[in-house]
């Protein structure tokens, strides 16, 4: 129960958002964040989203852990 | 879509593996996790096999449905054999009580019913108002707060909430505290520390010197942070850090913060294979007392059976066993028919290495 995935915003009605799990879409409540927009990424948890990650620091984070890499070990 | 596959790149997981095999030489380091996300993590990509010999993971109590004692699971049944209608999360439903689960309450006509949110349980409520539902809430920091958030709106009057929800900090500072655990780090769940933020974590280096590391769910993720929790080891070093910046900040979810704290005070509650863990439970606050089905119905707090003779979920829990060194584990114990509670959620260190074992 707590797997908590990520997905897109498609559509917002008031505190319920549409979200596309690469396919599989469901509602999920969104008034535990402030300002989601459609095209946001968040993470639901039991039908709440629980927080938001955005496209561009998704895939930063991956040029961020080969350098945090590089840091540690020097690799 | 999200680059997620880059998380599990092989070429990059191998560099990983290097660097840790480089950095850990001479030494060796345990670790503990406390998240079934990161267990099946784990499990599911051979980590353990992969990292080298000097690097161990342990798993800890991450998984909600384990630790929910027996006591609570006995008044949910108890509820539904009187006639409520009982809703909870679809992995709570075989774990066993002292002597029955909900699923065999259910099997014997008792209405008990799966839901995937307490929006859904919401919705059930006022579909038929003329009958008692009682949401069984099962849950840890990141459960927690989409029942404030519904609680603080006002639910129904005819649906109360039987409330077992945990938070992770408190066990974790217990587990340090007991003194037969040996290991150097902690690796932190990501989705929890969505909630509760790195700033939670804090008390862990700061009273009992031991390093955080919060990480994401992908194997990179965990390896990344391995990488982390040696470095900082080896460089006598404790202090919460953060791996999985994408999803986690240092203040955490603020919205979802107040709103728990708005509606549910911490009180000392009982885990299951672990005992009484200080500060460690949410209690309903007195405001919205309606809703507590506790009081409603007057439940009063028995003793259940939350180890059964042979199991042995209580070690597993606490990192000192692994599932397959009880006897239980496979023989008698299996997902379809579990004996233990660690063997029935997907998130339970027995059932994920039951189900992953033979990939491995
Ligand atoms: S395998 Fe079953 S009986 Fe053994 S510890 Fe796990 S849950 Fe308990």
Known sequence: ?75 | MLAFKDFRSRKLAKRCIEAIEKLSAGESYTFMHVCGTHEQTITRHGLRSLLPENIRLIAGPGCPVCVTPASDVDAAVALAGDGKVVLTYGDALRVPGSELSLAQVKARGGDVRVVYSIREAIKLAKAEPEKEFVFFSIGLDTTAPSIAAEVARGLPANLSILNALRLTVPVMELLLGMGDLHFEGYLAPGHVSAIIGARAYEVIPRAYGMPVVISGFEPLDVLLSIAMLIKQVKEGEARVENEYTRAVSYEGNVIAQELVSRVFEVSTVHWRGIGRVPFSGLKLREEYAEWDARLKYDLREDRGIDIRPGCSCHLVITGKLSPQECRMFRSACTPAKPYGPCMVSQEGTCNVAYRYSQEV
């Open chain 1, 1 to 75: 129960m707590c797997l908590a995935i990520p997905g897109v915003v498609k559509e917002i009605r008031g505190n319920i958002a549409v979200v596309d799990y690469g396919g599989v879409v469901k509602e999920a409540d969104i008034s535990l964040l402030s300002d989601v927009r459609v095209g946001d990424y968040v993470i639901v948890h039991v039908g709440y989203a629980i927080t938001k990650l955005t496209e561009s620091e998704a895939k930063e984070s991956i040029a961020t852990w080969k350098e945090a890499l590089e840091r540690l070990a020097g690799f």
